[in-house]
Protein backbone atom coordinates (compact mmCIF):
# COMPACT_ATOMS: atom_id res chain seq x y z
CA UNK A 1 0.00 0.00 0.00
CA UNK A 2 1.07 2.94 -1.05
CA UNK A 3 1.49 5.60 1.81
CA UNK A 4 3.09 9.14 2.81
CA UNK A 5 2.14 8.77 6.10
CA UNK A 6 2.76 6.18 8.84
CA UNK A 7 -1.09 6.03 10.11
CA UNK A 8 -2.01 5.56 6.90
CA UNK A 9 -0.22 2.08 6.40
CA UNK A 10 -1.89 -0.72 6.87
CA UNK A 11 0.71 -2.41 9.31
CA UNK A 12 -0.41 0.83 11.64
CA UNK A 13 -3.73 -0.40 12.14
CA UNK A 14 -4.05 -4.20 12.45
CA UNK A 15 -6.16 -5.49 14.65
CA UNK A 16 -5.47 -7.05 17.97
CA UNK A 17 -5.77 -10.54 17.57
CA UNK A 18 -2.90 -11.16 16.13
CA UNK A 19 0.04 -12.02 17.73
CA UNK A 20 2.72 -11.95 14.90
CA UNK A 21 3.30 -10.06 11.61
CA UNK A 22 6.33 -10.67 9.69
CA UNK A 23 7.82 -8.11 7.16
CA UNK A 24 8.71 -9.54 4.13
CA UNK A 25 11.36 -10.03 3.00
CA UNK A 26 15.03 -9.44 3.72
CA UNK A 27 18.01 -10.29 1.93
CA UNK A 28 20.49 -12.26 4.63
CA UNK A 29 23.53 -10.83 2.82
CA UNK A 30 21.76 -7.32 3.47
CA UNK A 31 23.73 -4.16 3.33
CA UNK A 32 22.69 -1.94 6.06
CA UNK A 33 24.61 0.88 7.89
CA UNK A 34 21.90 2.49 9.81
CA UNK A 35 20.23 5.31 9.36
CA UNK A 36 16.94 3.92 7.94
CA UNK A 37 17.97 3.34 4.69
CA UNK A 38 16.24 0.58 3.24
CA UNK A 39 17.68 0.33 -0.42
CA UNK A 40 20.35 -2.41 0.00
CA UNK A 41 17.90 -4.28 2.54
CA UNK A 42 15.46 -6.90 0.19
CA UNK A 43 12.51 -4.77 1.90
CA UNK A 44 10.58 -2.84 -1.17
CA UNK A 45 7.32 -1.17 0.80
CA UNK A 46 6.37 1.78 -0.79
CA UNK A 47 7.58 4.14 1.97
CA UNK A 48 10.69 5.22 3.28
CA UNK A 49 12.36 3.41 6.40
CA UNK A 50 11.58 6.23 9.03
CA UNK A 51 7.54 5.73 7.80
CA UNK A 52 8.31 2.13 8.65
CA UNK A 53 9.70 2.88 11.65
CA UNK A 54 6.78 4.78 12.43
CA UNK A 55 4.10 2.61 11.74
CA UNK A 56 5.75 0.01 13.91
CA UNK A 57 5.84 2.26 16.88
CA UNK A 58 2.10 3.38 15.98
CA UNK A 59 0.76 -0.28 16.15
CA UNK A 60 3.37 -1.22 18.93
CA UNK A 61 1.59 1.59 20.56
CA UNK A 62 -2.46 0.23 19.81
CA UNK A 63 -1.50 -3.46 20.15
CA UNK A 64 1.78 -3.95 22.54
CA UNK A 65 1.23 -7.40 22.48
CA UNK A 66 1.78 -7.87 19.34
CA UNK A 67 5.38 -8.81 18.23
CA UNK A 68 7.03 -7.31 14.53
CA UNK A 69 9.34 -9.65 12.97
CA UNK A 70 11.41 -9.33 9.97
CA UNK A 71 11.15 -12.22 7.76
CA UNK A 72 14.55 -13.11 6.10
CA UNK A 73 14.90 -14.65 3.00
CA UNK A 74 12.04 -16.22 1.26
CA UNK A 75 11.71 -18.08 -2.10
CA UNK A 76 13.88 -15.20 -3.48
CA UNK A 77 16.49 -14.20 -1.57
CA UNK A 78 19.07 -16.87 -1.07
CA UNK A 79 22.23 -15.32 0.18
CA UNK A 80 22.58 -17.38 3.34
CA UNK A 81 26.30 -17.86 2.62
CA UNK A 82 26.85 -14.50 3.12
CA UNK A 83 24.53 -13.95 6.55
CA UNK A 84 25.29 -10.25 7.84
CA UNK A 85 23.40 -10.91 11.09
CA UNK A 86 25.21 -7.91 12.48
CA UNK A 87 23.36 -5.69 9.85
CA UNK A 88 20.26 -7.69 10.58
CA UNK A 89 20.50 -7.37 14.17
CA UNK A 90 21.09 -3.41 13.61
CA UNK A 91 18.01 -3.15 11.30
CA UNK A 92 15.78 -4.69 13.41
CA UNK A 93 16.84 -2.24 16.30
CA UNK A 94 16.75 0.72 14.34
CA UNK A 95 13.30 -0.08 13.21
CA UNK A 96 11.93 -0.64 16.81
CA UNK A 97 11.39 -4.71 15.32
CA UNK A 98 11.03 -7.53 17.91
CA UNK A 99 12.86 -10.20 16.54
CA UNK A 100 13.07 -11.84 12.43
CA UNK A 101 11.71 -14.86 11.18
CA UNK A 102 14.17 -16.97 9.52
CA UNK A 103 12.29 -18.63 6.02
CA UNK A 104 15.09 -20.71 4.73
CA UNK A 105 14.50 -21.90 1.33
CA UNK A 106 16.75 -23.80 -0.36
CA UNK A 107 16.43 -24.37 -3.94
CA UNK A 108 18.82 -27.60 -3.94
CA UNK A 109 18.11 -29.18 -0.53
CA UNK A 110 19.17 -32.87 -1.38
CA UNK A 111 17.10 -34.94 1.31
CA UNK A 112 17.38 -38.33 1.74
CA UNK A 113 17.28 -41.09 4.10
CA UNK A 114 20.40 -42.34 5.72
CA UNK A 115 19.72 -45.15 8.76
CA UNK A 116 16.49 -44.24 9.15
CA UNK A 117 17.34 -40.39 9.57
CA UNK A 118 17.01 -37.50 6.96
CA UNK A 119 20.27 -35.86 5.84
CA UNK A 120 20.27 -32.50 3.53
CA UNK A 121 22.88 -30.69 2.01
CA UNK A 122 22.40 -27.65 3.62
CA UNK A 123 21.61 -28.88 7.39
CA UNK A 124 24.74 -27.59 9.09
CA UNK A 125 24.13 -24.20 7.57
CA UNK A 126 20.21 -24.28 8.76
CA UNK A 127 21.81 -24.98 12.32
CA UNK A 128 24.16 -22.14 11.91
CA UNK A 129 21.69 -19.48 10.63
CA UNK A 130 19.34 -19.95 13.76
CA UNK A 131 22.81 -20.35 16.08
CA UNK A 132 23.96 -17.15 14.57
CA UNK A 133 20.85 -14.76 14.53
CA UNK A 134 19.52 -15.71 18.60
CA UNK A 135 23.41 -14.76 19.23
CA UNK A 136 22.58 -11.75 17.46
CA UNK A 137 19.55 -10.88 18.72
CA UNK A 138 19.25 -12.54 22.47
CA UNK A 139 15.95 -13.35 24.50
CA UNK A 140 13.70 -10.82 24.61
CA UNK A 141 14.07 -10.60 20.68
CA UNK A 142 11.95 -13.19 18.97
CA UNK A 143 13.05 -16.01 16.61
CA UNK A 144 11.03 -17.84 14.53
CA UNK A 145 11.35 -20.04 11.60
CA UNK A 146 9.05 -21.04 8.86
CA UNK A 147 9.37 -24.80 8.17
CA UNK A 148 8.94 -26.44 5.07
CA UNK A 149 5.47 -28.00 4.11
CA UNK A 150 7.07 -31.95 4.13
CA UNK A 151 9.95 -30.52 6.71
CA UNK A 152 9.14 -32.81 9.15
CA UNK A 153 8.34 -35.58 7.11
CA UNK A 154 10.56 -39.02 6.18
CA UNK A 155 10.98 -40.51 9.12
CA UNK A 156 8.88 -42.99 11.97
CA UNK A 157 5.75 -43.23 11.53
CA UNK A 158 5.65 -40.10 9.02
CA UNK A 159 8.64 -42.02 6.96
CA UNK A 160 6.04 -42.38 4.21
CA UNK A 161 3.81 -39.29 4.09
CA UNK A 162 2.63 -37.92 0.95
CA UNK A 163 3.63 -36.59 -1.17
CA UNK A 164 7.41 -37.44 -2.34
CA UNK A 165 9.42 -33.93 -2.23
CA UNK A 166 13.21 -32.73 -2.25
CA UNK A 167 12.65 -30.77 0.88
CA UNK A 168 11.14 -33.89 2.88
CA UNK A 169 12.91 -33.46 6.38
CA UNK A 170 14.42 -30.62 5.80
CA UNK A 171 13.66 -29.40 9.38
CA UNK A 172 14.15 -32.36 11.01
CA UNK A 173 18.15 -31.41 11.80
CA UNK A 174 17.55 -28.26 13.19
CA UNK A 175 14.80 -29.14 15.04
CA UNK A 176 16.32 -31.74 16.65
CA UNK A 177 19.49 -29.79 17.61
CA UNK A 178 20.48 -27.35 20.50
CA UNK A 179 20.06 -24.18 18.08
CA UNK A 180 16.20 -24.89 18.45
CA UNK A 181 16.16 -24.16 21.88
CA UNK A 182 16.72 -20.47 20.18
CA UNK A 183 13.55 -20.67 18.44
CA UNK A 184 10.32 -18.98 20.00
CA UNK A 185 7.63 -20.34 17.12
CA UNK A 186 7.80 -22.57 14.46
CA UNK A 187 5.56 -21.88 11.63
CA UNK A 188 4.58 -24.10 8.84
CA UNK A 189 4.19 -23.39 5.23
CA UNK A 190 1.34 -26.37 4.95
CA UNK A 191 0.51 -25.35 1.20
CA UNK A 192 1.61 -25.48 -2.23
CA UNK A 193 2.20 -29.04 -1.70
CA UNK A 194 -0.25 -30.39 -3.82
CA UNK A 195 -3.68 -32.63 -3.10
CA UNK A 196 -1.60 -35.90 -1.01
CA UNK A 197 -1.00 -33.40 1.30
CA UNK A 198 -2.35 -33.72 4.47
CA UNK A 199 -1.74 -29.94 6.46
CA UNK A 200 -2.85 -32.14 9.96
CA UNK A 201 -0.72 -34.45 9.05
CA UNK A 202 2.03 -32.58 9.11
CA UNK A 203 1.45 -30.96 11.93
CA UNK A 204 1.90 -34.05 13.84
CA UNK A 205 4.93 -34.47 12.30
CA UNK A 206 6.44 -30.95 13.30
CA UNK A 207 4.78 -32.02 16.92
CA UNK A 208 7.12 -35.05 16.84
CA UNK A 209 9.83 -33.37 17.11
CA UNK A 210 9.40 -29.88 17.70
CA UNK A 211 7.58 -29.05 21.26
CA UNK A 212 7.21 -25.18 21.55
CA UNK A 213 4.12 -23.32 19.57
CA UNK A 214 3.35 -23.90 16.24
CA UNK A 215 1.34 -22.30 13.86
CA UNK A 216 -0.35 -24.48 10.21
CA UNK A 217 0.04 -22.14 7.45
CA UNK A 218 -2.44 -21.45 5.35
CA UNK A 219 -2.69 -19.56 1.99
CA UNK A 220 -4.93 -16.34 0.68
CA UNK A 221 -3.86 -17.25 -3.15
CA UNK A 222 -4.42 -20.47 -4.86
CA UNK A 223 -1.52 -22.91 -5.25
CA UNK A 224 0.36 -22.33 -8.06
CA UNK A 225 0.63 -26.34 -8.47
CA UNK A 226 -3.03 -27.06 -9.20
CA UNK A 227 -3.64 -28.46 -5.33
CA UNK A 228 -7.21 -27.85 -3.71
CA UNK A 229 -7.77 -23.82 -2.76
CA UNK A 230 -7.83 -23.22 0.95
CA UNK A 231 -12.14 -22.32 0.96
CA UNK A 232 -13.59 -20.93 4.37
CA UNK A 233 -15.27 -24.40 4.83
CA UNK A 234 -12.09 -26.37 4.43
CA UNK A 235 -9.85 -24.00 6.23
CA UNK A 236 -12.03 -24.08 9.34
CA UNK A 237 -12.05 -27.70 9.65
CA UNK A 238 -8.45 -27.79 8.87
CA UNK A 239 -7.49 -25.23 11.53
CA UNK A 240 -9.86 -26.66 13.82
CA UNK A 241 -8.53 -30.30 13.57
CA UNK A 242 -5.56 -29.39 15.42
CA UNK A 243 -7.04 -27.27 18.31
CA UNK A 244 -7.09 -29.90 20.81
CA UNK A 245 -3.11 -28.52 20.64
CA UNK A 246 -2.88 -26.40 23.36
CA UNK A 247 0.30 -24.67 21.65
CA UNK A 248 -1.15 -24.55 18.26
CA UNK A 249 -2.25 -21.67 16.18
CA UNK A 250 -2.11 -20.76 12.58
CA UNK A 251 -0.42 -18.20 10.26
CA UNK A 252 -1.68 -16.64 7.13
CA UNK A 253 0.13 -15.76 3.93
CA UNK A 254 -0.04 -12.97 3.10
CA UNK A 255 -2.00 -10.03 4.38
CA UNK A 256 -2.89 -7.64 0.89
CA UNK A 257 -2.70 -10.81 -1.26
CA UNK A 258 -5.01 -10.70 -3.94
CA UNK A 259 -6.86 -13.87 -5.26
CA UNK A 260 -7.92 -13.68 -8.73
CA UNK A 261 -11.51 -13.93 -9.08
CA UNK A 262 -14.74 -12.14 -7.17
CA UNK A 263 -13.85 -13.26 -3.53
CA UNK A 264 -16.45 -15.75 -1.99
CA UNK A 265 -16.63 -19.14 0.17
CA UNK A 266 -14.77 -20.54 -1.85
CA UNK A 267 -11.98 -17.72 -3.32
CA UNK A 268 -11.63 -16.01 0.15
CA UNK A 269 -9.69 -12.97 0.56
CA UNK A 270 -7.17 -11.96 3.14
CA UNK A 271 -9.69 -10.26 5.51
CA UNK A 272 -12.15 -13.29 5.14
CA UNK A 273 -9.25 -15.66 5.95
CA UNK A 274 -7.73 -13.83 8.94
CA UNK A 275 -11.73 -13.29 10.42
CA UNK A 276 -11.76 -17.10 9.99
CA UNK A 277 -9.24 -18.18 11.42
CA UNK A 278 -9.78 -15.83 14.72
CA UNK A 279 -12.56 -16.75 15.05
CA UNK A 280 -11.65 -20.66 14.76
CA UNK A 281 -9.26 -20.02 17.29
CA UNK A 282 -11.81 -18.05 19.80
CA UNK A 283 -9.80 -15.26 19.81
CA UNK A 284 -11.41 -11.67 21.39
CA UNK A 285 -11.77 -8.80 18.38
CA UNK A 286 -12.78 -10.83 15.73
CA UNK A 287 -15.14 -7.90 14.20
CA UNK A 288 -12.40 -5.73 14.48
CA UNK A 289 -12.10 -5.43 10.70
CA UNK A 290 -8.52 -6.00 8.60
CA UNK A 291 -7.53 -3.01 6.94
Given at each position: MAAGRAEETTLARLPGYLTHV???????DLIYQGGLDLSATGLQYPYSGTVLKEAIALLKARQPQLRVLLSVGGATYHGWDRLDEAALARLVRDLGADGVDIDFEPTDPRCVPVDGRMRCADDALSIDIARRLRAALPRPHVISAAGWSVGAYGEGAFADAPP???WRGAML???RSPAAEGLDLVSIMSYDAGPSYRPDQAFRAYRAI???PLALGFAVLPPANGGPR??????AATLSAVLADPKAGAMLY???DVPPGPPGPDNPDYRS???LICVTLDKPGCDVPMP
Amino acid sequence: MAAGRAEETTLARLPGYLTHVALSFVKPDLIYQGGLDLSATGLQYPYSGTVLKEAIALLKARQPQLRVLLSVGGATYHGWDRLDEAALARLVRDLGADGVDIDFEPTDPRCVPVDGRMRCADDALSIDIARRLRAALPRPHVISAAGWSVGAYGEGAFADAPPRSPWRGAMLALLRSPAAEGLDLVSIMSYDAGPSYRPDQAFRAYRAIWKGPLALGFAVLPPANGGPRATIESTAATLSAVLADPKAGAMLYALRDVPPGPPGPDNPDYRSLATLICVTLDKPGCDVPMP
